[in-house]
């Protein structure tokens, strides 16, 4: 009879309500943890019968509605290695489950997660807050990533290997108004042990826009003198102004690259030392022939250094470790260089919503979420990482209190309508006295 529906009626409200309000404790609770996606309340009826003549009771249950694709609040971190996604898509990570030989053993199923509270642990890994270990693609020496697949990103701490020096490229102008004295000039450079040498370089007019380099290394075993003569002019083809390198000639421990000089040409000629760990060839550039670039020969008193750089680098041990914007993870050393390492890919979903949640802010894919879409970020619907920033909950209190204003109430409605049935069916059994 409608009496004993109106009861369950009232009782499937009761445990709907019920779990409208755990969802609610649940945002409330976690309204200020990091990445956290809020759970509404989907109401759902089930009609038992219903037609022109009659319509029984039926029930109600609350269905979650995740709210994945909503976006949370993204906020500057000091964490340099914090990230938070702006737009779709998520970070990928990986569970460890035990260790072997004294690394992480991992969970074969592949997480996600928008909680990118990442700081490095002591082994290299960059791990966030709830324990997810962030994974990448992999990049080569030239810092093109591999995007086959993704694993656990490792920052290596290791050192930087030196690099010896084989190019040498100085800016410099030889004073057309002064030549009665030599000009001294010196470079420096490094060998394979990373080792800093003096190269002696001078300077000497020989006659109208001529000038003789002579070189000197102290520390080369190989020894020998170094010399070559500089001609500014006419001499190039085609013919130029006397302020800029026309040719060079009468070569002597060196080796003039492009010969003969054409106009546009590097002017570069070459040595080679050997500071203890076998011959070493360096290039020293000095522009291009004919041209107002590199080494000239215009009017002034005193030899001027404008530029001078090399490509050799001592060794050097890490130093620090950075985000971009691109999710290229690059590590930084204390000699000036820097490697990249990995690249962060954005993961996206057909529909994110359908995703499995799990413990720690993170998900699984599902059927119903459709594959996941391995991407660069801010290509193909990803979003953009935001580096040194975190993403906030999604959850607005101010709306949670009315959600649960509304829920006390009505399971307040429900018990009401408990008690009155009770009481009518209390009333019928009485009817036979």
């Known amino acids: 009879m409608s009496l004993y529906a109106s009861m369950t009626t009232a009782i499937s409200g009761l445990t709907a309500q019920s779990r409208a309000l755990g969802n609610v404790a649940d945002n409330v609770a976690n309204s200020q943890t990091t990445g956290f996606k809020r759970t509404d309340s989907n109401f759902v009826s089930y009609v038992t019968r219903s037609n022109q003549q009659v319509n029984q009771p039926g029930s109600v249950i609350a269905r979650p509605d995740y709210t994945v694709t909503v976006q949370g609040t993204v906020q500057p971190s000091d964490n340099p290695l914090a990230m938070a996604v702006a737009g779709q898509g998520m970070f990928a990570v990986a569970l460890p489950r035990s260790t072997e030989n004294g690394k992480p053993v991992f969970d074969a199923r592949d997480f996600y997660t928008r909680a990118g509270d990442f700081n490095m642990d002591r082994d290299g890994y960059l791990v966030n807050g709830q324990g997810y270990y962030l994974q990448g693609w992999s990049t080569d020496s030239q810092g093109n990533p591999d995007r086959s697949t993704v694993n656990p990103m490792r920052v290596d701490q290791s050192v930087y290997n030196p690099v010896p020096t084989e ?27 990373g080792r ?14 001529q000038w003789s380099l002579g070189m000197s290394i102290p520390d080369d075993t190989m020894g020998g003198t170094r010399s070559v003569d500089v001609s500014f002019g006419t001499t190039a083809t085609p013919a130029v102004n006397a302020g800029t390198i026309g ?4 070569a002597s421990g060196l080796t003039v690259v492009n010969d003969p000089p054409v106009v546009g040409d590097p002017a570069t000629i070459q040595f080679t030392a050997d500071f203890g760990q076998g011959p070493q060839t360096v290039n020293l550039k000095l522009g291009d022939y004919g041209q107002a670039s ?9 030899y001027t250094l404008r530029d001078i750089s090399q490509d050799g680098v001592p060794l050097g041990s890490f130093s620090t470790v950075s985000l971009s914007d691109t999710g290229d993870l690059t590590v930084n050393y204390d000699n000036g260089q820097s490697r990249t390492i990995g690249r962060v890919p954005i993961v996206t979903f057909a529909d994110p919503d359908k995703l499995q949640k799990v413990d720690g802010q993170a998900y699984l894919r599902t059927n119903d979420s459709g594959e996941a879409r391995v991407n660069d970020a801010s290509s193909n619907g990803s979003g953009k990482i935001v580096t040194s920033s975190l993403e906030g909950s999604n959850v607005d209190l101010a709306s949670e209190f009315s959600k649960l204003i509304l ?19 209390q009333d019928t059994l009485n009817m036979r006295r």
């Open 167 to 193: 190019n040498v490229n100085l800016s410099a102008n030889l004073p057309a108004d002064s030549t009665t004295k030599p000009v001294s000039a010196q470079i420096k450079i490094y060998d394979s042990l």
């Open 196 to 209: 800093l040498h003096d190269v002696d370089m001078t300077w000497t007019n020989t006659g109208t826009n």
């Open 247 to 250: 040719s060079f000639s009468g």
């Open 294 to 302: 590199g080494l000239t020969q215009y009017s002034g008193q005193e």
């Open 407 to 425: 829920a006390q109430r009505a399971y307040s409605a429900n018990t009401k309508i408990v008690t009155v049935s009770d009481e009518l069916l």
